[in-house]
């Protein structure tokens, strides 16, 4: 199942009335909040079937439904529920009216225990949205503004709204969390099941985007992740949250090799994380000096090997070591960015070389414990040319992959250099933790085929920007740059992809002139970008449909000059 977003959010505004009213607070119970369970399992529950069962092979038969069956069942019966307890105006006396219509055989109590939870907590907590247009006049005036944790609250994680406070982050000392930890594991253990359902052994070298955002909302997912690969686990103070440093896990325990991991980290992730960059370095400095084979312990193998290639060049021993040991690079001190999104929009760029190339200029600075923001472009390339999987995780439903031009400039990025510097093209994973309980770990090209058919061309997704005029057109075109700018740097893009958005978007007469009528360039926007991706090889598209998308750019074109004259 995939969450597809309705409209876009009103600055200080509560959701209206009705569908999109109770949607959004379905939304918000969708997976577990602490001990309150979520709706939809709570409602498989009450249908007699076990929600882990169903949830983690949708495609297995319960008797004689498939788990997909049921799950649309569940979906439908949520949306039934939800409106009966609206047409009661949300009052928890109401919940059991609402349950009783839908005559369920099994236990019902973890269902109450949700409605109740939406009835006295949810909406209380939405229905002060507006709570952001007052504190913004309130801040603004130089009054106190109230603080709240940050995160998505579509995590489990309701109790940070109401929205439009003061959000705050996390104790950088307490990353990763034990939680987090324990994620980092799972999706550690799906990363590499998914590589060796395509290679034998283990992958020697991983890189790893690591954002500041997502170390918040998930206090360290990411980069727990990238340890338990390393083999190596965080060292708390006694029973507190406070993290003092790592240590190895014994190979006995491992049962596998330690992989070699390098990280791309954010601008804002060095800012606001030294301390993790420093972890960092212990990590593999404790690594590469463990007395263990090479064999299992790939960190130490590379170092070795990395030193040698520098002795061998001149360079003395001592410097050799300190050059071989870093494994985070970023951006210069100051900036932010990898530079490929400017890139791609300056049209300026033939291949995957070249965008490359722009991704080494950005990416090419080292920070560790000695050095920050020094840049050893040598180094980067080394390291990279041994990687064979790449890792970008999400954690939140109300944002994918297609939402922004920094998640290809980043991951993106990061695919079109690893395949420049190794020669071979990685296995680009995306770890997905907005469920908690349940993980998910996709290569990029299955997620992007998933958000294409989930959101891109969904009509439900297209009539929620319609309400937003200007905007929504806006948005479609810039789904399609970021669709673009994916297939760009990875080539995440099929043909049909690329045919069903020309389709959707400009063949249909009437979504076209719409899109014209409330922004014009968003029409010769998507028209040029569907011609480019023609004219650079990534789509064989018909001569028929090239001639209508040069006919739409030129009315297009010739509409704007129109206006401009």
């Known amino acids: 199942f995939s969450a597809v977003k309705d409209g876009l959010h009103i600055f200080g505004e509560v959701p209206p009335e009705g569908k999109l009213y109770n949607n959004m607070l379905r939304m918000l119970v969708r997976v577990r909040n602490g001990n309150v369970p979520s709706l939809s399992g709570a409602i498989l529950g009450a249908m007699g079937y076990d929600e882990d069962a169903v949830k983690k092979d949708p495609a297995a038969m319960f008797g004689a439904k498939s788990g997909m069956m049921l799950l649309d069942e569940a979906t439908d019966a949520s949306r039934r529920i939800m409106d009966r307890l609206a047409d009661a105006d949300f009052k928890e006396s109401a919940v059991d009216a609402a349950i009783e219509p839908e005559a369920f055989p099994g236990p019902k109590e973890d269902l109450r225990t949700v409605l109740r939870f939406v009835c006295t907590e949810v909406k209380r907590r939405l229905d002060r949205t507006t709570d952001e247009m007052d504190n913004l006049i309130e801040g603004l005036d130089g009054g106190f503004v109230p603080p709240s944790a940050g995160g998505n609250p579509t995590r489990g994680n309701v109790s940070i709204l109401p929205s439009g406070r003061n959000f705050y982050a996390v104790d950088p000392a307490q990353i990763p969390s034990r939680a987090a930890y324990a994620m980092g594991k799972v999706l550690a253990e799906q990363m590499i099941a998914r590589f060796r359902e395509d290679s034998e052994g283990f992958p020697e070298s991983v890189a790893m985007v690591v954002w500041a955002g997502n170390t918040v909302k998930t206090v360290g997912e990411d980069f727990a992740e990238c340890l338990y690969l390393m083999g190596m686990r965080p060292v708390y103070l006694g029973a507190s949250t406070t993290v003092l440093g790592v240590e190895p896990i014994p190979s006995e325990d491992l049962g596998r090799p330690r992989i070699d991991v390098s990280l791309r980290i954010s601008g804002l992730f060095r800012d606001m994380f030294p301390n993790l960059i420093r972890l960092m370095d212990e990590a593999v400095a404790k690594a590469a000096a463990l007395d263990e084979p090479e064999e299992i312990n790939y960190i130490k193998k590379h170092v070795r090997e990395d030193m040698e290639k520098l002795i061998s060049e001149g360079v003395p021993e001592e410097q050799a070591r300190d050059e071989s040991y870093p494994r985070v690079f970023g951006c210069a001190p100051g900036c932010y960015g990898t530079g490929v999104a400017k890139l791609i929009d300056s049209k300026q760029w033939n291949d995957f070389r070249d965008i490359a190339k722009v991704f080494e200029t950005w990416s090419s600075y080292v920070y560790s414990a ?47 250099y690893v395949r420049d510097a190794s020669g071979n093209k990685p296995l680009s994973i995306t770890g997905h933790t907005d469920d908690p309980d349940r993980p998910v770990t996709r290569d990029i090209n299955r997620e992007t085929a998933r958000i294409v058919m989930s959101r891109l061309l969904n009509p439900k997704w297209i009539e929620g920007l319609q309400r937003h005029g200007f905007k929504g057109a806006q948005e479609i075109a810039l789904a399609v740059d970021h669709f673009f700018g994916w297939d760009a740097t990875a080539g995440t893009a099929k043909d049909w992809m690329y045919q069903a958005m020309a389709e959707r978007y400009l063949f249909d007469d009437k979504l076209r002139e719409w899109m014209q009528s409330v922004n014009r360039w968003s029409v010769l926007s998507v028209s040029e970008r569907l011609l480019e991706a023609s004219r650079r090889g990534m789509w064989n598209a018909d001569e028929e449909t090239l001639k209508k998308l040069e006919s739409i750019y030129m009315n297009a074109e010739g509409s704007i000059e129109e206006v401009l004259s």
């Open 370 to 416: 000695k050095e920050h923001g020094v840049q050893h472009t040598e180094s980067l390339r080394q390291r990279m040319s041994k990687v064979s999987v790449t890792i970008k995780n999400e954690s939140q439903a109300e944002y994918d992959m297609l939402d922004s031009d920094d998640f290809y400039g980043y991951h993106g990025g990061l695919a079109a």
